[in-house]
């Protein structure tokens, strides 16, 4: 049984950074495109940024593009989101999520494309 379990979040001031984490167990997540994406207080479930199955494409949201970072370490079994130049309204609470199907390079942006869920941890930008 695949679980997802994110950690990092916090409260961070604008204009400052948080690393994500995504650990992965009961399967190896290699081979399979991972993605993170957040909810806002009373906001649609929103894509942030997704990696390939082999790494070696991402895809960023226009509105994190330039800030937030996605990489993985298969090794680890994880996924990371670095966010760096916070705003307030990047405050939501950050999903990640694993593809059920290999694929090295395609890189899924809708929530449906995905079927494993973490449990989310919470990011607050405020001063």
């Known amino acids: 049984q695949v679980q997802l379990v994110e950690s990092g979040g916090g409260l961070v001031q604008p204009g400052g950074s948080l690393r994500l984490s995504c650990a992965a167990s009961?399967?190896?997540?290699?081979?399979?495109?991972m993605g993170w994406f957040r909810q806002g207080p009373g906001k649609e479930r929103e894509f942030v940024a997704a990696?390939?199955?082999?790494?070696?494409?991402?895809y960023e949201a226009d509105s994190v593009k330039g800030r937030f970072t996605i990489s993985r370490n298969n090794a680890k079994n994880t996924v990371y989101l670095q966010m760096n130049s916070l705003k307030p309204e990047d405050t939501a609470v950050y999903y990640c999520?694993?593809?059920?199907?290999?694929?090295?390079?395609?890189?899924?942006?809708?929530?449906?494309?995905?079927?494993?869920w973490g449990q989310g941890t919470q990011v607050t930008v405020s001063s």
């Open positions: 999520a694993q593809r059920n199907f290999i694929a090295t390079s395609y890189i899924p942006k809708s929530k449906s494309e995905y079927a494993y």
């Open positions: 009961g399967r190896a997540i290699s081979g399979y495109a």
């Open positions: 990696i390939s199955g082999s790494g070696g494409n991402t």
